[in-house]
């Protein structure tokens, strides 16, 4: 903006000049000074002046041009970028509800763990049964090596004690059963041993039931006890 009222200024300054006409009292007036101000060399030397602030506001002119035309594509790529991410956020956003309806009616289909022992003839990993409510039982119990299809046969008035005096979590204490955990090629040993317990309502029951299952797993000869159960 300053250039262009400095251009406007030398343009009025060439308008006059170009419009005074030669005047031999004012010329003798201002000793010659008249002369010189409406001389042609002066209009010359006005003129390229002139000349190059044109030259300078057409560049300028041009550079503000390109700038603004540049500054217009960023704002369109800005604007295409917003649309982008919008489109983006909105199919996230479907795919997110798709995936968490089709897990939430995965859940509600699924049926939840007990977390108390059931009164059934079937096992369960041992890994299972460490998160069990604990609950104090009287019972015959049965832990069974999957690998190596070994068993043992035990008997307890806490059973669910009793099983953590032989493991901690998954982890076997009792070094009858060390030796073959430590020594398993399976891949996940947490998935070595599953056990169920019987419950029982006497001591007969009990080692009546002791001896009963040692002999139909072969607990004994083929197994981790060390007698056919109490005498």
Do not use: W
């Not at 009287?138 to 999957?146: E, F, L």
């Amino acid at each position: 903006k300053k250039q262009e009222i400095k251009k406007n200024k030398i343009s009025l300054k060439l308008v006059k000049i170009l419009n005074a006409k030669t005047n031999i009292l004012k010329s003798i007036m201002t000793l010659g000074i008249y002369n010189y101000l409406i001389s042609n060399k002066r209009t010359n030397k006005i003129s390229l002046k002139l000349s190059t602030y044109n030259k300078f506001l057409t560049e300028l002119t041009k550079k503000i041009a390109d700038n603004n035309s540049n500054i217009d594509k960023c704002n369109l790529n800005i604007n295409n970028y917003k649309l982008n991410i919008n489109k983006k956020k909105e199919n996230y956003e479907n795919k997110k509800e798709i995936i968490v309806n089709i897990y939430n009616e995965k859940l509600f289909n699924v049926i939840p763990l007990s977390n108390i022992i059931q009164q059934d003839e079937s096992f369960i990993l041992l890994k299972l049964f460490n998160g069990l409510s604990y609950e104090k039982i009287i019972g015959v119990y049965v832990i069974h090596n999957i690998e190596k299809d070994k068993y043992y046969v035990g008997q307890s008035k806490d059973v669910m004690k009793r099983i953590k005096q032989h493991f901690n979590g998954t982890i076997p204490k009792n070094i009858i059963f060390a030796e073959d955990y430590y020594t398993s090629t399976i891949q996940n040993r947490d998935d070595i041993f599953e056990l169920k317990i019987i419950r029982c309502k006497s001591k007969d029951e009990l080692d009546g039931l002791e001896k009963k299952l040692i002999y139909e797993y072969d607990a004994c000869n083929n197994g981790y006890n060390g007698t056919n159960g109490n005498i």
